[in-house]
């Protein structure tokens, strides 16, 4: 709940005074504080971390109920586990930084072949405060407040798009996280009926700066049907055609993500096929910059994957190739592989087997 909700919702509810509930609040937020009325977060289960060049990687569980979900009841679960990843970053002064990748879902609907998360098909959907408990634990549980949150975690987010929206609305509240609406990403396979519902968002007064990432990951529809089941239903001309209309602010930029898995996207003239789509699109900018940056990832591969990760050879050749083309186009730098926190990893058996840290007591 924002706080505009939540103070009234206490004082009828829980039959706390106004000063109490606005203060319960805000500490919660702003310490971590819990008051005796609420019901705490849910506890931080295991830590994994991995050094990377700018820090370390924490990847982090905590556990839900697993409610009423069909998938979860077969399973005899009667709780599941969120991910969620806390990356490191130097910026240009040479401030440490960390951005939260948070899950959306339990396991995911929409089977990317590429994915660890789609080997778990979706258990269930996050509530809009499971999804703000994610921030709450990196920030209180581990001490890192972070400086911006990506929904590129478990789950597609526009599966989930009310919860979502409301967990965003709470995640921006002055009174409450207070994160600027500029340093969120929502991440999508391109659910054409949410990407309707979240440009409606975009009109409500301070939302306008939300940022929105596209895995692209295909150059054609046939390459993409074949690693997005998402594209059979909804192909590229008309996810390019609600791309072209999206409305980006300033110098904001739509952000294309592709994970280059070699020897099935960066073959010869895919660069071509991305740089006639990019193409379209950037046509629709207001200024003379590129609306569209593609942010190149290199696979990480799921466990028995059939592809390997990419050699970096490879990817500075299909970065050539695009740059040549005119593609404004950025690598990302992988962090967390051998945690299986990388981008597209999360949800695996593989963490569950490691040895956890146990953050609730001393080493
Ligand atoms: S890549 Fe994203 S949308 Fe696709 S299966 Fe994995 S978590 Fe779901």
């Not at 289960?45 to 109920?65: I, R, T, W, Y």
């Not at 890192?144 to 929206?165: A, K, S």
Request: charged content about 20%.
């Amino acid at each position: 709940m924002t706080f505009d909700q939540f103070v009234p919702f206490a004082r009828r509810e829980l039959g706390v005074t106004h000063p109490r509930a606005e203060s319960a609040y805000k500490n919660l937020f702003r310490t971590g504080e819990i008051a005796d009325f609420l019901a705490p977060p849910a506890t931080v289960q295991a830590v994994l971390s991995e050094d990377s060049f700018e820090g370390k990687v924490l990847k982090f569980v905590q556990h839900v109920p697993a409610g009423d979900s069909p998938l979860a009841e077969r399973m005899a679960a009667k709780s599941l586990a969120t991910e969620s990843v806390l990356i490191p970053m130097i910026g240009r002064t040479g401030s440490a930084t960390h951005t939260l990748c948070v899950s959306s879902q339990v396991g995911c609907a929409m089977g990317c072949t590429f994915c660890e998360t789609a080997q778990m098909g979706l258990i269930r959907s996050l509530t809009p405060a499971e999804i703000v408990q994610q921030w709450w634990a990196a920030t209180h549980a581990l001490g890192h407040r972070p400086q911006n949150i990506v929904f590129m975690g478990m789950g597609e987010p526009l599966d989930n798009i009310d919860h979502v929206i409301k967990a965003i609305a709470v995640l921006i509240d002055h009174n409450g996280a207070h994160m600027p609406v500029s340093k969120i990403t929502v991440s999508t396979v391109g659910r054409l009926d949410g990407l309707a519902r979240l440009s409606e968002q975009l009109h409500t007064p301070g939302w306008h700066r939300l940022n929105l990432a596209v895995s692209l990951n295909a150059p054609n529809d046939e390459v993409r049907s074949q690693i997005m089941p998402i594209n059979r239903a909804m192909p590229m001309e008309a996810l390019k055609r609600t791309l072209m209309a999206w409305p980006v602010y300033g110098g904001g930029k739509l952000c294309l993500e592709y994970v280059l898995i070699p020897g099935v996207n960066n073959l010869p003239g895919h660069a071509a096929e991305i740089a006639r789509f990019v193409a379209d699109i950037n046509t629709t900018s207001r200024n003379s910059s590129p609306r569209c940056v593609i942010n190149l990832i290199p696979y990480n591969p799921r466990r028995n994957s059939p592809w390997p990760a990419p050699a970096d050879a490879e990817i500075d050749a299909f970065m050539g190739e695009l740059a040549e083309k005119g593609v404004f186009v950025k690598r990302r730098r992988t962090k967390g592989r051998d945690l299986m926190g990388a981008c597209g990893q999360l949800g695996s058996e593989h963490i569950r087997k490691r040895r956890f840290v146990d953050v609730t007591k001393s080493p």
